[in-house]
C-alpha cells in the first residue's frame, strides 16, 4: 500500500479550495436570483432558488470545515479559535486589497471604469476590516 | 432566560446562571424584542400600544382610537372598546389587567374566538412597552368601573385598583419610552400619523385621531382600500381612472385588494396582514407580483398587444402601480419579531388567486385601459433596455471615444422634465448656499457654471459675481438654465467651448461621479480659469471606507452613468493632480428622500426593489457609520454627506 498522502500537499486540497470558491459563488448567485425571481412574481422558481441557495450555503460551510483541516497542517498552527479565525482573515485581507488594486487598475486600463471603481472601493473596505480584526486581536492580547 | 458569561478566570459553576425575569430579560436585549433601540424601536412601542387598541376595533367592539403625545413624550392611546377584564386570573391570583401588562405571552390572543385575527406581537406587546418605558399607566373602563395601575421601567409603583365609577368602557395606556434604552425616546409624529391613516381605511367604521399639543388630526372613511389607493397616488397622473377592486377568500385566507396604475415610475404597494403592516412584503406581496405579471401578459397576448412566446417581465408590470393589499388569516407566520414578512404560502397563493381572478376580469371589461396598462409595461421593458445600454455605454472602450454622449443627452433631457421634483439635493437651499456661499471672487468677475442642469448652483452666486454663464450637453437643461444664468452654451466638459484663462471662477456639481476619467474635465476646468481664479466643486462622497461599497452599489442601481465612487481622499488627489492649491472643504448633511430618488426614469423597477433590499439589509458596521431612516411605512430616508470643495490656480 502507497505511502498516505498529506492533505495539505494533495490534489484533493486544491479541489477542496476550488470547491468552495463554487459553493460560495452559486450560493450567492442561486439568493440573488431568487430575489429577482421574487421580484419579477415567479414565485415557484424564486422558492426553488432559495433552497437550492440554502443547500449551497450548507455546502460551503462543509467544504470549508475540511479544508480547515488541510490549512492547520500546512501553517503548523491550529484554526479554529477566534484569535486564529480573526488573524487568518485579517492576513487574506491585506493580500486582498493589493490584488483589489492591480484589478481596478486593469479595469481601468481597459475601460471599464465602473469596475475599475468598484476595485477601489473594495480594496479600501479590505484595509479597514483588516485593521478593524487587528485591533481585535490587540484588545484580546491585552 | 438565563446567561451564561462566566468572568474570565473566574468561577463557572451552578452559582454562575443567571436566571433574569421576564421583564429585566426584555430590558436586558430590547432590540429582540422591538427591533432596536433607535427610533424604530420606539415607534415599535407605540405601535404595540395602537395595534392592542386596534385589536378590539377588528373585532368589532371598539369604533374610535385617540392617540396623543405631549412635549415630554408621554404617549396616550385610548379606545372605547370592552375594556381589559377586571377581577383576578385563576391561575395566578392576580388582577388580570396587571398580568397582561407584567408578563410575557399572555393575552386574549392566544385563545380560539377572543380575537380570531389579531396583530401585536403574541402576547409580548404591553409587557415589552411596560418595560421599556420610565412611566408605564393602564386604565380601564368596565362594569361601570374605573382601574388604574402604574408602573416604572416594569416594576409595580402603584397596584391596580379601583379609582372611581365610569359611564364607558375602554382601555387607555399612558407611557413614556425609558430615556435610558433608546437613543431617542421619541417617535415620529408623522409615521404615528401614517399608520392612524392606513387603519382608517383598512377597518370599516373605525375613527382614529391624533393630537399634539393645539395640533389634532382626524381619519374616518367608509372608501375602503380603494380610497387608501387614490391617497397614494395623490397627483400622479393615472393610467385609469379608479382603482380596481379584488376579494376572495380562499380557505382560511381573506383577501382584499385595490390596485391602481400611474404614470410614475415606481411602484407603490402597502401589504397589511391583519393589518399590520408588512414592509418587506412576503409571501402576500410576492402572490401579488405574480397576479399582475400573468394578468397582463394573459391579456397582451389575447390582445395581440405582444408576440406569444414574448412574457411582460413581472418587474415592468409593476411600474407605475399603487397598491394597497389586505390579508386576514389565522396565526400568520412572519420572519422576526417585528412582522416584517410574511412567510405563509397559502397567502401568496390565495392573493395570486383572488387578484388574478379579478384583474383578469376587468381587463376583459375595460379594453382601452388595459391596453394602456400593457402599454405602461412596455415602456418599462424598453426603460429598462435603455438603461442598461447606458450602464454598457457609459464603459468607453479607448481613450478616445471616452463616452458615448447621447446616452448623457437622453437621460438628462428626459429627466429635466421633472427636474426639481425628482431628488431633494438638487434645490436644497442650505447645500447651494454653501456654494455660493464659498465664493471670494470680485462682484465683477465672471464665473462658469460647468453641466449645469437648471443652473440652480451658478445662480447661488448671484450677488456676488458679475456674471453667470452656464455649460450643458443637453438641450432641455440649456433650455431649463437660461432661465437663471445670464448665458447658456451647449458644450462639452471634456471639450470646454472656452478659450484659457476665460473665467475668473468655475463651479459645478455633483458631476465628476459620472464622468469616466474625472482628471480630464478638470484639467479642462483648470484651463479656463484665470490665476488665482478660483474652482468650486460639491461632490456627495462616502462617510468612510467601511460605507464606501454600500454606497456603490445604491449610486449605481440608481444611476448607470455612475462610474466613479468618489471618496474625499479621491476628490482632493484629484484637484491637486489638476494643480489646484490651498483647497478648503465645507461639509453638509442633507437627508434625502430615497423613494422619490429612485422615483426615475433611468432607475429599472429591478434595481428600485434591489435598492430598498440594500437599505433593509445594510450590513450593521455601514449603519454605525452612515445614518439613514427606514419609516414604519417603508419610506426610507438617507443621510448624505457632501464636500464642498473650494480650490484655486495659482496666480
Keep these: 500500500m502507497a505511502d498516505r498522502i498529506k492533505l495539505d500537499e494533495s490534489l484533493t486540497r486544491e479541489s477542496l479550495e476550488a470547491a468552495l470558491r463554487d459553493e460560495a459563488v452559486a450560493a450567492v448567485e442561486a439568493t440573488w436570483f431568487a430575489r429577482i425571481a421574487e421580484i419579477e412574481g415567479e414565485t415557484g422558481a424564486a422558492r426553488a432558488l432559495r433552497e437550492i441557495a440554502e443547500q449551497h450555503q450548507l455546502n460551503a460551510k462543509t467544504t470549508l470545515d475540511l479544508l480547515l483541516r488541510a490549512r492547520e497542517a500546512l501553517t503548523g498552527r491550529r484554526a479554529g479559535t477566534t484569535a486564529e479565525n480573526a488573524a487568518a482573515l485579517a492576513s487574506f485581507y491585506e493580500n486582498d486589497a493589493e490584488a483589489q488594486a492591480a484589478r481596478a487598475a486593469t479595469a481601468r486600463r481597459e475601460g471599464f471604469a465602473d469596475i475599475g471603481s468598484w476595485f477601489e472601493s473594495m480594496g479600501r473596505l479590505r484595509a479597514a476590516h483588516a485593521g478593524r480584526l487587528a485591533a481585535l486581536n490587540q484588545d484580546g492580547e491585552s | ?651
Excluded at chain 2, 451564561?4 to 421576564?22: C, H, N
Design chain 2, 1 to 651: 432566560m438565563s446567561d451564561t458569561v462566566p468572568e474570565r478566570g473566574g468561577r463557572y459553576d451552578a452559582g454562575s446562571i443567571v436566571v433574569l425575569a421576564g421583564l429585566q430579560a426584555v430590558r436586558m436585549r430590547p432590540a429582540m424584542y422591538v427591533g432596536s433601540t433607535g427610533a424604530e424601536g420606539v415607534m415599535q412601542l407605540v405601535v404595540e400600544v395602537l395595534q392592542n387598541a386596534l385589536d378590539e376595533a377588528l373585532v368589532g367592539h371598539a369604533s374610535r382610537l385617540d392617540a396623543s403625545v405631549d412635549d415630554e413624550g408621554c404617549w396616550v392611546i385610548a379606545d372605547n372598546g370592552r375594556g381589559i377584564p377586571l377581577g383576578n386570573h385563576p391561575a395566578l391570583g392576580r388582577p388580570v389587567a396587571e398580568v397582561v401588562v407584567t408578563e410575557l405571552h399572555a393575552g386574549g390572543k392566544f385563545r380560539e374566538g377572543a380575537y380570531r385575527l389579531a396583530g401585536g406581537l403574541h402576547g409580548v406587546g404591553l409587557t415589552c412597552v411596560n418595560a421599556l418605558s420610565s412611566r408605564f399607566e393602564l386604565e380601564v373602563r368596565r362594569d361601570g368601573e374605573r382601574w388604574l395601575g402604574r408602573w416604572a421601567q416594569g416594576e409595580r409603583v402603584e397596584a391596580f385598583h379601583r379609582v372611581s365609577a365610569a359611564d364607558d368602557t375602554g382601555t387607555t395606556v399612558r407611557f413614556v419610552p425609558d430615556a435610558a434604552i433608546f437613543a431617542t425616546a421619541r417617535a415620529d409624529f408623522h409615521e404615528v400619523e401614517a399608520w392612524l391613516r392606513a387603519q382608517s381605511w383598512l377597518t370599516s367604521g373605525l375613527t382614529c385621531s391624533l393630537a399634539r399639543g393645539a395640533e389634532r388630526v382626524q381619519f374616518s372613511s367608509d372608501e375602503g382600500l380603494a380610497g387608501f389607493a387614490r391617497w397614494l397616488a395623490g397627483a400622479e397622473e393615472r393610467v385609469h381612472p379608479e382603482p380596481i377592486a379584488a376579494a376572495g377568500t380562499a380557505g382560511d385566507v381573506q383577501v382584499d385588494a385595490a390596485l391602481l396604475w400611474t404614470r410614475a415610475f415606481a411602484e407603490d404597494v402597502q401589504c397589511f396582514v391583519n393589518h399590520v403592516h408588512t414592509p418587506l412584503g412576503g409571501a402576500h406581496t410576492d402572490g401579488l407580483r405574480a397576479a399582475v405579471g400573468h394578468a397582463l401578459t394573459r391579456y397582451a397576448r389575447e390582445a395581440r398587444l405582444i408576440d406569444q412566446n414574448e412574457p411582460l417581465q413581472g418587474g415592468d408590470t409593476m411600474e407605475g402601480l399603487v397598491a394597497v393589499l389586505s390579508v386576514r388569516m389565522r396565526d400568520p407566520r412572519f420572519e422576526g419579531q417585528t412582522k416584517t414578512r410574511l412567510l405563509d404560502p397559502v397567502a401568496g397563493a390565495a392573493v395570486e388567486r383572488a387578484v388574478g381572478a379579478a384583474l383578469s376580469a376587468w381587463m376583459r371589461e375595460h379594453p382601452a385601459e388595459s391596453a394602456a396598462i400593457v402599454g405602461r409595461a412596455i415602456e418599462a421593458g424598453r426603460a429598462r433596455v435603455a438603461s442598461r445600454r447606458a450602464s454598457e455605454r457609459a464603459r468607453y472602450e479607448r481613450v478616445e471615444h471616452l463616452v458615448d454622449k447621447e446616452i448623457y443627452r437622453q437621460q438628462f433631457g428626459i429627466r429635466s422634465k421633472n427636474w426639481h421634483a425628482s431628488a431633494d439635493w438638487i434645490t436644497n437651499a442650505g447645500l447651494l448656499g454653501l456654494h455660493g456661499g464659498s465664493s471670494q471672487l470680485g462682484p465683477d468677475s465672471v464665473i462658469l457654471d460647468v453641466c449645469c442642469g437648471s443652473g440652480v448652483v451658478g445662480n447661488s452666486f448671484r450677488g456676488k459675481v458679475g456674471k453667470i454663464i452656464g455649460l450643458d450637453l443637453t438641450p432641455e437643461m440649456v433650455a431649463l438654465s437660461r432661465t437663471r444664468l445670464d448665458e447658456v452654451v451647449q458644450g462639452d466638459v471634456y471639450d470646454i467651448p472656452f478659450a484659457d484663462a476665460s473665467f475668473d471662477g468655475v463651479c459645478n456639481r455633483e458631476v465628476l461621479h459620472l464622468l469616466p476619467q474625472p482628471e480630464r474635465p478638470l484639467a479642462e476646468i483648470f484651463r479656463v480659469i484665470k490665476p488665482g481664479g478660483q474652482f468650486v466643486v460639491g461632490q456627495w462622497v462616502p462617510f468612510s471606507a467601511i460605507d464606501g461599497p454600500w454606497m456603490f452599489q445604491v449610486v449605481k442601481k440608481k444611476q448607470p452613468l455612475f462610474v466613479n465612487n468618489l471618496y474625499d481622499e479621491d476628490m482632493r488627489a484629484l484637484l491637486a493632480g489638476a494643480g489646484f492649491v490651498n483647497v478648503t472643504t465645507q461639509e453638509f448633511l442633507q437627508w434625502e428622500d430615497i423613494d422619490n430618488w429612485i422615483d426615475t426614469w433611468e432607475t429599472p423597477q429591478l434595481h428600485r426593489h434591489q435598492i430598498r433590499d440594500l437599505y433593509h439589509q445594510c450590513p450593521a458596521e455601514v449603519r454605525a457609520v452612515h445614518p439613514f431612516e427606514i419609516s414604519a411605512t417603508g419610506a426610507i430616508r438617507d443621510c448624505w454627506r457632501w464636500v464642498i470643495y473650494s480650490a484655486f490656480k495659482h496666480g
